[in-house]
Nanobody, 122 residues
Framework: VQLVESGGGLVQEGGSLTLSCTPS????????MGWFRQVSGKRREGVAIFYPGRGATGASTYEESVKGRFTISQDNAKATVYLQMNDLQPEDTAIYSC??????????????WGQGTQVTVS
């Protein structure tokens, strides 16, 4: 299974983008999904993770710097995960990748990764 991201691009500071992630094959709806970002020369960091089995509609966790600005969501009918990014700042510039995995010991163990999409905030 491969994950394919789309929606990246160039946006001005304060603007918005929505990233999409679609698997090329079947991924069970119970899989946890996440978005990560990486700047050249720096470690990859987790941005947001969605746990579909927690609560009635699932639960999400966010990296501190994106709380209140980014929202992760999942559309099971379209087998797509989204990352809505608002009030983008230059420090959000990075390659964003999505990932899918299973929940073990209450944590998401990511097994599938996408190639990434570039987000540039000027």
């Amino acid at each position: 299974v491969q994950l394919v991201e789309s929606g990246g691009g160039l946006v001005q500071e304060g603007g918005s983008l929505t990233l999409s992630c679609t698997p090329s094959g079947h991924i069970d709806s119970s899989y946890c999904m996440g978005w990560f970002r990486q700047v050249s020369g720096k470690r990859r960091e987790g941005v947001a993770i969605f746990y579909p089995g927690r609560g009635a509609t699932g639960a999400s966790t966010y990296e501190e710097s994106v709380k209140g600005r980014f929202t992760i969501s999942q559309d099971n009918a379209k087998a797509t995960v989204y990352l809505q990014m608002n009030d983008l700042q230059p420090e959000d510039t990075a390659i964003y990748s999505c990932a899918a995995g299973v929940i073990l010991d209450s944590r998401c163990r990511f097994a599938y990764w996408g190639q990434g999409t570039q987000v540039t905030v000027s």
